[in-house]
T-cell receptor, first 112, second 114 residues
Framework: RKEVEQDPGPFNVPEGATVAFNCTYSNSASQSFFWYRQDCRKEPKLLMSVYSSGNEDGRFTAQLNRASQYISLLIRDSKLSDSATYLCVVNPLNFGNEKLTFGTGTRLTIIP | DAGVTQSPTHLIKTRGQQVTLRCSPKSGHDTVSWYQQALGQGPQFIFQYYEEEERQRGNFPDRFSGHQFPNYSSELNVNALLLGDSALYLC?????????????FGPGTRLTVL
């Protein structure tokens, strides 16, 4: 079983729609969680950290369910510029500068 | 404030050759991690350097080695290249003492092995 699993997509979503991604992780001892965004042929960039209480940043909402070991990302009112690959990232320790374990990524295309 | 820089941008090698990739961390950062990203996959952790020593290592063979210099810059060396080593190699930097710090990635070096 992979340490971090994501649906690779692609997700093709009309502009303005809401889209949700899920990710599951196998190591129950994992402590910190992130969503990264990667544009085509570019480096990954941190989108947001994910906290147990859930967190929101504008149109983006991230949730963590430790009991079920999954992480979610919700994008509301999607824009063309949201087209990218979204990587779910897990860290065994409680800070982000240790070894990061990435999922394969979910590819999102926003259609005009 | 310069971000993470990597060189070269692209590289083409043949099987059996050796390659060296270079990374300069973001200003103020002291820790460098290397990742390999094959096409259609997420980045895979190779190793991490701090204070010029390998601090953590992922599941990669000894053909992959690294070095960190006193100015915190780093090199990744790959010996006896295989076709399967073709990938985007990403360098990420962070400051170890800042527990909430995340890693910042450079633009990567795209290696093609023929």
């Amino acid at each position: 079983r992979k340490e971090v699993e994501q649906d690779p997509g692609p997700f093709n979503v009309p502009e303005g729609a809401t889209v949700a991604f899920n990710c599951t992780y196998s190591n129950s001892a994992s402590q910190s969680f992130f969503w990264y965004r990667q544009d085509c042929r570019k480096e990954p960039k941190l989108l947001m950290s994910v906290y147990s209480s859930g967190n929101e940043d504008g149109r983006f909402t991230a949730q963590l369910n430790r009991a079920s070991q999954y992480i979610s990302l919700l994008i509301r009112d999607s824009k063309l510029s949201d087209s990218a690959t979204y990587l779910c990232v897990v860290n065994p320790l409680n800070f982000g500068n240790e070894k990061l374990t990435f999922g394969t990524g979910t590819r999102l295309t926003i259609i005009p | 404030d310069a971000g993470v820089t990597q060189s070269p941008t692209h590289l083409i090698k043949t099987r059996g050759q050796q390659v060296t990739l270079r990374c300069s961390p973001k200003s103020g950062h002291d820790t460098v991690s290397w990742y390999q990203q094959a096409l259609g996959q997420g980045p895979q952790f190779i190793f991490q350097y701090y204070e010029e020593e390998e601090r953590q290592r992922g599941n990669f063979p000894d053909r992959f080695s690294g070095h960190q210099f006193p100015n915190y810059s780093s090199e990744l060396n790959v010996n006896a290249l295989l076709l399967g080593d073709s990938a985007l190699y990403l360098c990420a930097s962070s400051k170890l003492a800042v527990l909430t710090d995340t890693q910042y990635f450079g633009p990567g070096t795209r290696l093609t092995v023929l």
